[in-house]
């Protein structure tokens, strides 16, 4: 049966024109059905999932398509990867952190947030991590019949908060602060306490008193309109969430692909991880000053705030350690080492590309060193 087309889809462009200019047989074209849990409106859609597409139908002549359902249209945060499993749809946005029993290995290292200070660090070391270096990461996919093509990091999470204002870690105490994950885990170790929902909820649950604050990177200020409620931002970054699967496709719907379509899904890789990374930096500096100028205000923090969360830093590991344990992965250290390895090896990278805001010949080097590192060695089957 053919899937239901839901009004306001974006859709990849320009498949008529590719198909004359490629020679294409339309009656061949094979469509794949992407599901986002995220706002239509989001970067990922508007940027690195539409360039990506566009690219991919131009390289196959319109043999292959897509079409985005967005905004939890076909599966929410929590059943998308259900939906990909099953082959309800061909591809989604997974976000491990909502199924931490059925990714415990790839939620082992999204669970290691406190260590990322860099989002353009985490991005690259998510990604090697997992598509060549750690067997098992991949295979926590793959035995939900699915197979993970590329990730990326957030920025920074900061504390963003309706009527609280926190400089000083004694100012958290009692705090309900949305947090899921390692970030909920600090959150309740500095003395908060965390509220898990989806961010779609988040919104909802400031407004209503539910949450003081909520821990997330800078765009989320816009993403989810926030910065209707927000009044404060906490000017401290406390780690990064890098468990964002953004581009994987169900095993089934991949072995029908021909090798020229694997192909070019597998060449404009590097590009999309390079987009969203540049797009996430680029929009922390632009939705900064877009905030205060609607007033929303930037609190220095005090002296002990940042020891406070770097030593909870120090003792994180083995929590992360021993959860991975609960959930039944059996030898968590040799990955927990692997990924600060590669941690300390795109902070390198980074650091020797340049400092500060990258240009567009940074983004060209970053992009590069995405494809040298990673992506050029991934064997796809």
């Known amino acids: ?69 967005p905004g939890g249209t076909l599966a929410s945060a ?23 029993n059925d990714l415990p290995v790839s939620t082992l290292v999204s669970d290691l947030a406190v260590l990322g200070k860099d989002a353009r660090v985490m991005t690259g070391a998510v990604n090697e991590t997992i598509a060549i270096d750690c067997e098992e990461c ?14 990326y990091s957030l920025t920074p999470y900061y504390l963003m908060c309706v009527d609280a204002e926190i400089t000083s870690i004694e100012h958290m105490k009692g705090k309900k602060v949305r947090a899921t994950g390692a970030m ?12 898990n929902i989806t961010s779609s909820e988040i919104y909802e649950a400031l407004q209503r008193g539910q949450a003081d604050c909520a821990l997330g990177p800078m765009p989320w200020l816009k993403t989810y309109s926030l910065w209707d409620l927000v009044k404060t931002v906490t000017d401290s970054g406390v780690g990064t969430y890098h468990g964002t699967n953004f581009l994987n496709v169900n ?29 996430y930096e680029k929009d922390d500096v632009r939705i900064k000053q877009e905030a205060q100028e609607k007033g ?50 795109w902070t390198e990278i980074v650091a020797d590309i340049g400092s500060g805001e990258w240009g567009d010949a940074e983004w060209d080097a970053y992009q590069e060193k995405l494809e040298s590192e990673v992506f050029s060695k991934v064997q796809y089957p």
């Open 251 to 279: 095993t089934k719907s991949w072995e029908k692909l021909s090798a020229d379509e694997k192909a070019a899904m597998g060449k404009h890789l590097a590009s999309a991880v390079r987009t969203m990374a540049e797009i």
């Open 184 to 195: 909920g885990q600090l959150v309740a170790g500095v003395g908060g306490t965390a509220v």
């Open 78 to 100: 929590k059943t998308t990867l259900n939906a990909v499993r099953t082959g309800s749809v061909d591809m989604g946005l997974l976000a491990d952190i909502y199924n931490p």
């Open 296 to 345: 929303i205000r930037w609190l220095t923090v005090e002296e002990d705030f940042a020891p406070a969360i770097e030593e909870f830093r120090k003792g994180d590991v083995q929590r992360v350690i021993e959860t991975a344990k609960s959930r039944g992965v059996e030898n968590p250290e040799p990955i927990v080492e692997l990924f600060e390895d590669k941690v300390r090896k």
């Open 1 to 69: 049966m053919k899937r239901p087309r839901i009004a306001g889809v974006v859709a990849c462009a320009g498949v008529l024109s590719a198909v004359l200019a490629f020679g294409g047989d339309p009656a061949s074209a094979r469509e794949l059905i992407y599901s986002s849990a995220i706002p239509a409106k989001h970067p990922l859609h508007e940027f690195g999932l539409k360039q990506y597409f566009e690219n991919v139908t131009k390289d196959t002549g319109g043999s292959l398509t897509f079409e985005l359902f």
């Open 138 to 151: 991949k295979q926590d996919y793959l035995e939900e019949n699915i197979l993970p093509l590329a990730s």
